[in-house]
Nanobody, 120 residues
């Protein structure tokens, strides 16, 4: 059984910071990629940031320079450091993980989501 669990959301004032964590646990071979998506009420889910097994990253234009994605391979955990938060960052943030169940099969897992609310 594989679990992908996010934590670290909360309420913060504009200009503040939060760090989200996403830990993958259970039986899997390796991590192909992990990333963060977010969805605000009435809006479509959008990619925020992702990091590949090779360490390459990409970000949504709206968060470049403010958010940083990183990982701790030993803990199978990815982080999203969010600085200079804006009210438009308010959303439910979901961790997305592509995990190898064996040497050739990749499966997609989603966390349950964590709420980030930025007040003005």
């Amino acid at each position: 059984q594989v679990q992908v669990v996010e934590s670290g959301g909360g309420l913060v004032q504009a200009g503040g910071s939060l760090r989200l964590s996403c830990a993958a646990s259970g039986s899997f071979y390796s991590i192909h990629a992990m990333g963060w998506y977010r969805q605000a009420p009435g809006k479509e889910r959008e990619l925020v940031a992702r990091i590949s097994s090779g360490g390459s990253t990409n970000y949504a234009d709206s968060v470049k320079g403010r958010f940083t994605i990183s990982r701790d391979n030993a803990k199978n955990t990815v982080y999203l450091q969010m600085n200079s938060l804006k009210p438009e960052d308010t959303a439910v943030y979901y961790c997305d993980a592509w995990l190898y169940s064996n040497s050739y099969t990749v499966k997609n897992y989603w966390g349950q989501g964590t709420q980030v609310t930025v007040s003005s």
